[in-house]
């Protein structure tokens, strides 16, 4: 898409730290990180989100995201890493092409992405019967 940053990224046309790539994928720093080497995996295809991604570039970006990943904790020290991927404005998604955050964690960060909010669920069956027959 022309008007897509990450298209653009992913063409060479905006400028971006890109630390891998492959025929497939593309895996540059976060412009407003959160932690030190806070980096997005995308495929080189547009899709918005990962409700219209394709199973291949899934896989390519998958791939991508654990090789990366090990790089980061090698060459910045991470001891830890999260992976954080939004789907949809309610989920905070901002940007619509679809990307994968690798958010390196460090001893003391402060960071609280895994903080949770409970949900008290009132019928599990009935949730899970509604999923297994969507499928
Ligand atoms: P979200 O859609 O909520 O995952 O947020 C989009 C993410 O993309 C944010 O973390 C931004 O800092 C990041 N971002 C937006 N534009 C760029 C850019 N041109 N280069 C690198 N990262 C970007
Ligand atoms: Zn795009």
Same mark, same amino acid.
């Given at each position: 898409m022309m008007d897509c940053p990450f298209c653009q990224i992913a063409r060479h046309q905006a400028p971006a730290q890109i630390v891998y790539e492959d025929d497939r994928t593309v895996a540059f720093l976060d412009i407003?990180?959160?932690? =030190? *080497?806070h980096t997005l995996v995308i495929p080189k295809g547009h899709y918005p989100d990962l409700f219209e991604l394709s199973p291949g570039d899934w896989q390519a970006v998958a791939l991508t995201a654990q090789r990366v990943a090990k790089a980061i904790k090698a060459g910045l020290g991470a001891e830890g890493l999260n992976l954080l991927q939004s789907n949809g404005p309610v989920a905070g998604?901002?940007?619509?092409?679809f990307h994968l955050h690798l958010i390196p964690r460090y001893r *003391?960060? *402060?960071? =609280?992405?895994?903080h949770r909010s409970p949900y008290r669920e009132q019928d599990f069956p009935e949730t899970a019967r509604r999923i297994r027959e969507a499928l």
């Open positions: 407003n990180p959160v932690s =030190r *080497g998604q901002v940007v619509f092409h *003391g960060d *402060g960071l =609280r992405l895994g």
